[in-house]
């Protein structure tokens, strides 16, 4: 994988022929959100600490990226 991030999640278009990828959060951190999402709604957080639990959620990221990147 050339950007172990995935890149930007929500690139903006500047002058109207580029992205500007220096901008938001990246794709990794919008997928680790996501898991976490999924952890807190779950119940799986009640007893983790918070530091394995956001180190579990780039887990998730990093596969899923790797994936992505498998897939193409």
């Known amino acids: 994988m050339s950007d172990k991030t995935g890149g930007p999640a929500f690139p903006v278009l500047s002058g109207g022929t580029h992205y500007d990828?220096?901008?938001?959060?990246?794709?990794?951190d919008y997928l680790a959100a996501a898991a976490m999402q999924g952890m807190l709604a779950s119940g799986e957080l009640d007893t983790t600490p918070f530091?394995?639990?956001?180190?579990?959620?780039?887990?998730?990221?990093?596969?899923?990226?790797?994936?992505?990147e498998r897939a193409k």
């Open 21 to 28: 990828h220096d901008t938001g959060m990246t794709l990794r």
């Open 51 to 68: 530091s394995t639990a956001a180190e579990n959620a780039y887990c998730y990221a990093d596969a899923m990226l790797k994936e992505r």
